[in-house]
């Protein structure tokens, strides 16, 4: 079996598939925001705690990653300026802010005034939050709602509840529309699983080689998977034809990125000829594992 599809994410931690602290409290003991800038409290939360993932960041300032946020600073900042009456981009920073500290409960308060202000990227990690509690079709609202201001994650995670039927009806096209548009958009999971739904052909025709088209678009965005399948997909001439060496190629990107599987690909024990001698062509190829059994 190759490797499987990805879940929805949010846009507090677009890695993991459920919202986890990254930081501990412990590290709000920092100087407050002034000490450190000369900013006012608006621009200094931006600075501090805007997000990659939000279409409205104030772009003066480089996104910070989740793990990257200095939450004394952070804090400091965006309360102020919360406490000042600014929009719902610094809401949902302050939201950020608060869960990276542990803060969840504050948090999840924080992200449902920024979704009343309408902000997209605090609607995508409301509904992660809301889908945790069972409340999918709160959920689904909200990702169509973030979809259609253009929000990447929203139509990547529409993607997956179309895909899974994450409160509404499973329905393959549509998933693999929502996947699409999260691929053009440059989103590798959007990519990859679309190449995995076209690979298996479950919910949607099989078509091999647009999928190997849509795993080398993941692979060539660094991920790993893709990476993965591809070489799966060269190695036996899967929607292509065979090329040994470009697959080794994609099993050593994989291998080099941590991947175990790869890893055992590039190094591949020694056959052994005592129980290869003598046997048929046609039987000595069902010694190679089945696409089915090729599991990370």
């Known amino acids: 079996m190759k490797k499987g599809p990805s879940k929805r994410i949010s846009a507090i931690n677009a890695l993991l598939l459920t919202v ?9 003991a920092i100087p407050p925001a002034r000490a450190a800038s000369a900013l006012l409290p608006a621009d200094q939360c931006d600075a501090e705690a805007g997000s990659e993932h939000d279409l409205q960041r104030n772009l003066a300032f480089r996104p910070v990653a989740n793990e990257d ?3 004394g600073i952070a804090l400091s900042a965006c309360r102020e300026a919360y406490n000042q009456g600014s929009g719902p981009r610094q809401t949902f920073e302050l939201a950020r802010v608060l869960h990276a500290a542990g803060q969840r409960g504050q948090a999840i308060a924080m ?3 920024a979704v009343e ?3 997209a990227a605090a609607m995508v990690t409301y509904a992660v939050m809301i889908g945790e509690r069972g409340d999918h079709a709160t959920e689904f ?3 169509q709602k973030a979809a259609a201001a253009g929000n990447i994650l929203a139509a990547y995670n529409l993607g997956v509840a179309y895909r899974d039927g994450i409160g509404t009806l499973a329905d393959g096209e549509r998933a693999a529309q929502w996947f699409e548009r999260a691929s053009v958009a440059k989103d590798n999971l959007g990519a990859f699983n679309l190449a995995v739904m076209l690979d298996e052909g479950t919910q949607i025709p099989e078509d091999n080689r647009k999928a190997a088209q849509f795993y080398e678009l993941a692979a060539d965005r660094g991920n790993v998977d893709a990476m993965v399948n591809l ?3 060269l190695e036996s001439g899967e929607g292509m034809p065979a090329d040994t ?3 080794t190629a994609m099993f050593s990107q994989a291998a080099e990125k941590g991947d175990t599987f790869a890893q055992g690909k590039i190094i591949q024990p020694a056959i052994d000829t005592t129980t290869t001698t003598g046997v048929e062509p046609s039987e000595q190829a069902s010694l190679a ?3 089915a059994d090729r599991v990370k």
């Open 20 to 28: 986890v602290s990254l930081l501990s409290v412990a590290a709000i």
């Open 141 to 143: 609202a909200l990702y």
């Open 245 to 247: 060496a470009a697959a």
């Open 231 to 233: 070489g799966l997909m």
């Open 289 to 291: 594992l089945p696409k």
């Open 111 to 113: 992200l449902e005034k």
């Open 69 to 71: 946020i200095r939450i």
């Open 117 to 119: 202000g309408n902000h």
